[in-house]
């Protein structure tokens, strides 16, 4: 029972330029794949098919061995989380900003929610420290988080909403390597047992991925697992 597969997928965004040439691939239930590739490859335009930000020009998407064209637009937002490269905070609590998008973000029931969210993005100690707590006021007018919290508030907001499938887009290609390196920890953690597509423009991003997908010019051209890729490098 297959994740995520694509099925001889062509798309482009100007009528006489296409981007992605019949892509064929598959992400088992649960598998953990990197997407690798050279800026413009098309890396995150299949992101973007996935949430149907577009649709394919020809061929298909199917999610759990459904066509995505043919499922809600809110039960494909539920299936799916997305840990982006710039994780953009809403001027509010730090509590809305993980809790943001469920429909009471912060009543009492939620609270316990939160918490355990904060908890397994590794930011519930830093929270925890700051005199007003969940309260605290982040963003523009609040308390300016760096980018590796910045990710941990992202990180804990798709625990809470706990989807079967996450894609990691860039997640942590804006921070400085030893911050990487410890989100990357947080994000090993976050993929076990999701169905799990990270995006990433380098190997070293990406150990602990079960199986890489290397695009290029909108063609895969290389399958395989981790040393086997780097010993053709
Ligand atoms: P990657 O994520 O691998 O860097 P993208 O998927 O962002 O690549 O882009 C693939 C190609 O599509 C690039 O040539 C890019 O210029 C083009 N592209 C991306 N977004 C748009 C858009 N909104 N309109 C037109 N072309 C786009
Ligand atoms: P929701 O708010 O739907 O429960 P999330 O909190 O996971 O889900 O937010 C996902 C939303 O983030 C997507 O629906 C999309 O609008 C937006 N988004 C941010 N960055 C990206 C990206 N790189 N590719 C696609 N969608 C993105």
């Keep these: 029972r297959p994740g ?24 088992g239930a649960g598998e953990t794949v990197a997407l690798v590739g050279p800026s413009g490859a098309g890396k995150s335009t299949i992101a973007r098919l996935l949430f149907r930000f577009y649709d394919p020009r020809a061929g298909r998407i199917l999610i759990d061995g459904q066509d995505i064209s043919k499922v809600t637009q809110e039960s494909l937002r539920a ?3 997305i840990v982006p490269q710039d994780s953009v905070l809403f001027n509010d609590t730090i509590g809305y900003n993980i809790g943001y998008g469920r429909p009471s973000h912060m009543d009492d029931a939620d609270e316990d929610a939160i918490r355990e ?21 982040v963003g523009e007018r609040g308390l300016k988080l760096s980018g590796g919290e910045k990710q941990r508030v992202a990180i804990a907001r798709t625990l ?9 887009d860039e997640a942590t290609s804006a921070l400085d390597s030893r911050t990487e390196q410890e989100i990357l920890a947080t994000l090993n953690r976050v993929a076990r047992g999701r169905t799990t597509l990270a995006i990433a423009h380098r190997l070293s991003t990406i150990a602990d991925a079960d199986r890489i997908l290397v695009l290029e010019n909108g063609r895969l051209a290389e399958q395989g697992r981790h040393a086997e890729l780097l010993r053709r490098d």
């Design 160 to 168: 809470l909403k706990n989807p079967p499938i996450v894609i990691l």
């Design 79 to 81: 299936a799916i989380g």
């Design 4 to 27: 995520i597969t694509f099925e001889n997928v062509h798309f482009g965004y100007d009528p006489d330029r296409e981007i992605l040439h019949g892509l064929d691939f598959e992400i």
């Design 117 to 137: 969210a904060a908890r397994g993005a590794a930011i519930l100690p830093f929270i925890e420290m700051l005199p007003e707590g969940f309260e605290t006021q």
